[in-house]
């Protein structure tokens, strides 16, 4: 069985240059042409794939563990009169259908992880745009906070996917542009039809960049400017060295991924793979003190990075999975002693860091396009943390059985972050979905009494009581279990892969949208339909002809 | 040139019966089998198409304007056993791409105005299922305020689609499910898996139904509650008469629909249409008596009318068209001064209604995949409720000539309603969009007070100035207008069909999201991939093998 190989480190970049220079990240963007993700398509013009995302999604990580002195983060090239290309189009061309969607899902990922470092960890952010930025470089860009574009005469920010290539600026691009940065309609309108983008005194005026600089002036602006930044009041992060994140190691056994504390099983004919998460075994940190020195090895960092590693396999390797079993094995006290510390210091850096990965990972879930199933049976420990798991999932089934009962559990991690994040109240969600509601209360939206009413209850609950407070979905009893969970199984794996992907996606975001939710719903969507039309991706599609000499034809009956 | 008739008359209707006895207001479904749309598929056991769906989008309107004491409104079936099985899988099978999902927009239209009737003009509506209600019979139940379902062992509310089409319940059914009953997202997904459905009392303990009822006390149970009804607290809009709609008059001049105040001209080889509203021409109601005595040939009636009657052939008759030029021609004093009377009376019924009217046809634009162009020249009347169509375009020209200057004016139409609708403040827009802002307050999401500044100019605004205030994209003078003006709809013209509706769906609503924005955004989206996708209307998909021996074979690739 084939894994792919997701970790990356600053020592092994091949298109990226990360330094830290006390409160000041650089990242370099420098990307090798002939280092693609997969042969075949040469990366001209800092145009990026997979493999450079990945390493940029690496730098973001390191910033927040290893670095948290940083203060202000600026991402440039190194190359003269290029910022970056944006997605390479060769690759596009050359890619399935499946692969251009979670590719496109990788990128928004990691460009609403940029955002979350400047609002969630106070890491101020600036796009030094040396050149131009187009399609989606300058979507890179406008995940920043703050972008600076070089007046050359030539340099541009634009997004030529619609003109040239028939298909969206689908990183976020379209949301961002009308949602954050607030342009106007009808000038976004103009600016997503012109391929050739704006430049200069023009993109300001449009707001499409903050600040715009002449040639000669332009590393020194930014420069006076990051100095400004460091200089504002607020404090780091931290003034301590961070910790050092060691690659997620793993191994393939047969048709099995082995982590420490995950494990993800393939079954390709079934089309079904099961994902167990294990708790921590030995003593875990009860202190942010101890959490340091353990490091990346303590539980609570090591499976949510191995989870991870884990949805991306399922994402890229294994595109014929339709159904994930998510299981958990291990001693329940021991995660809500875990989230004991969490919810005890969410103002400790580390501690926090820790939260906004876990929660990171749970939304990477969320936003995944296979149906989850938990399976809640003996042996089991889904218990704060983890029960997320459970609540993330499409449906749940809690093994009934009075004999040996089971039992889920609740912790303050289920809840509000009893913190003070920046944007968040002291109920804020511990682990917000990407709209912004913590699993339970999007589960209870019809009646937030219900979710105190679970909330209360921080005793373990068994399988009849779980039903009964609508924690779980089904709670069959030990005669029925085996055969009602393998039916409902394979009765889902056996649907459309489409069908389910949509209905999916709209089931489990009830409430309120946000940008990151038009991105993921909306934006994606539409991309989704877009990548599969004849007029991008057929014979004569736009996509598919780029770079020839032939000019694609459009079936144009609109929709 | 071929056109289609979407007029209708209760007196003419194949597949409904309508009633009215005071209050309460009946609609039988009494689908017709051989009376389909077009020729080829039976509407067997009251499934529906475009032809059933334009009758029910009528009587929403007649109880509206025709039946102003109507407090309650009941929708059921004539048949035995079945309420309605949703839209007819023929139709779907053998419909283009494009007639699929602007049938599906039209049905999203017709049960978003039922809520519309509930919410604004208090009619509470109730769908009394006497039988099955199945897929888009579920989703027209759930656009109601409240569903009785018959307990007869039998009769079931189900969304099959997934598992029998490989397609969604799109016609909002997933979004209301979560969103508006707030159903839990696992028993959501359940429901949604289990093509028979839920009868009885656990289609009631899901939340799927308000009343369940056994046969025997059916009728006379949902007569007590809609007495209930009748008798709750609050007033009918009106003891008036209603006024009479009659058939909006067309006629069809070479390649140029004729109405009395709507032009729409077909240019199928450029691909460009051009869609004309004319001002008043003489004396206007000044009052609202005046208005009454004038009914629905009043100017704001029916030219809101027509525009609908003329968004509707383009959609439907015309999918070649990629580019609408909105012009308006007339008197903007005559405009206004309607616009005077509108915003003065806000709570008549009649003038309500009106202004519901007018909402309901400018969000139809709203939502319509095309390029809209506005082209404000000399002649034109782009005045308040008229300058809405230069808010809803994706962009606006108008022509900056010192000689013979081109005004465009805002009127209180404008901005917020002034007056006292169920759900919305003082402040409520007067003709919201989709997502609750007015289209000003969408424009200026970046800053209010430019919206303020415009919004307190009421005389006649000039080229320049309607630059300057951010309420037109350009200005050219009178040496470049034609080219700049043609150049721009040419190259529109020439651009991918499908990567321009996506743009346009994801540019047009900044701001928040609502249901109806979630489900024309983010559930249409959906739809509109899965429908193109070969595991349902490919040679083996399930949609397309609905009703035949062969077992849909399907790509198992997830995206």
Not at 220 to 249: F, H, N
């Amino acid at each position: 069985m084939e894994t792919l190989d997701f970790q990356r480190h600053p020592s092994r970049y091949l298109h990226w240059k990360l330094s830290v220079d006390g409160p000041v990240a650089r990242l370099l963007m420098d990307v090798q042409e002939e280092r693609p993700w997969r042969a075949g398509y040469p990366l001209k013009l800092n145009s990026y794939d997979l493999g450079v995302d990945l390493e940029l999604a690496d730098a973001i990580e390191r910033l927040r563990f290893e670095h948290p002195q940083a203060r202000v983060l600026v991402i440039t090239s190194t190359r003269d009169k290029i910022f970056c290309a944006g997605a390479n189009i060769y690759m596009l061309q050359s890619s399935s259908h499946p692969f251009k969607v979670n590719f496109c899902k990788f990128t928004n990922e990691t460009r609403i992880g940029l955002e979350e470092l400047a609002r969630d960890s106070a890491v101020r952010t600036v796009a030094a745009l040396n050149g131009t930025a187009s399609g989606g470089g300058y979507e890179l860009a406008i995940a920043c906070d703050e972008i600076h574009l070089i007046d050359d005469g030539s340099s541009a920010v634009s997004f030529p996917e619609t003109p040239l290539l028939a298909v969206l600026p689908g990183t976020g691009g379209l949301t961002r542009l009308v949602d954050k940065r607030k342009i106007r309609r009808d000038l976004a309108d103009v600016f997503c039809t012109v391929a050739e983008g704006f430049r200069g005194s023009k993109a300001l005026k449009s707001g499409l960049v903050d600040f715009v600089h002449s040639r000669s002036r332009f590393e020194a602006k930014v420069q006076e400017r990051v100095q400004q930044l460091v200089a504002a009041p607020g404090a780091a992060r931290s003034r301590e060295a961070g910790i050092r994140l060691e690659p997620v190691a793993s191994r393939v056994d047969g048709e099995t991924i082995h982590y420490e504390f995950v494990t993800l099983r393939i079954d390709e004919k079934t089309r079904v793979a099961t994902l167990t998460v294990r708790g921590p075994r030995g003593a875990e940190p009860a202190t942010p003190q101890e959490l340091r020195a353990k490091g990346c090895g303590a539980w609570a960092i090591r499976f949510a990075r191995e989870l991870d590693d884990a949805l991306l396999q399922l994402r890229f390797a294994f595109d014929s999975i339709g159904v994930v079993v998510l299981k958990t094995e291990g001693d329940a006290a021991k995660v809500v002693a875990v989230d004991a510390m969490l919810a005890k210091h969410p103002d400790d850096w580390l501690v926090k860091e820790t939260r906004l990965l876990i929660g990171r990972t749970l939304r990477r879930l969320d936003v995944t396009g296979r149906s989850f199933f938990a399976r809640i049976e003996a042996g089991s420990c889904f218990a704060g943390t983890l029960f997320e798991l459970a609540l993330a999932a499409d449906r749940s089934y809690m093994l009934n059985d009075l004999d040996r009962p089971v039992h889920v559990q609740l912790s303050p991690m289920n809840g509000g972050n009893g913190g003070a994040y920046s944007q968040a109240g002291a109920n804020a969600p511990a682990y917000p979905m990407s709209h912004g509601l913590s699993r339970l209360q999007c589960r209870f939206l019809a009646d937030p009494r219900e979710m105190d009413a679970a909330l209360s209850i921080r005793e373990p609950i068994d399988a009849e009581q779980a039903l009964e407070l609508g924690l779980v979905t089904f709670a069959p009893d030990e005669i029925d279990w085996e055969d009602e969970v393998r039916v409902a199984i394979e009765e889902r794996a056996s649907l459309s892969p489409d069908a389910l992907t949509g209905m999916e996606a709209s089931l489990r975001f009830a409430g309120p949208e946000s940008m990151e939710t038009k991105i993921f719903g909306r934006l994606s969507a539409w991309q989704n339909w877009i990548f599969t039309r004849p007029n991008a991706t057929g014979d004569e599609g736009a996509l598919s002809l780029y770079g020839r000499p032939e000019r694609p034809v459009f079936d144009y009956r609109r929709t």
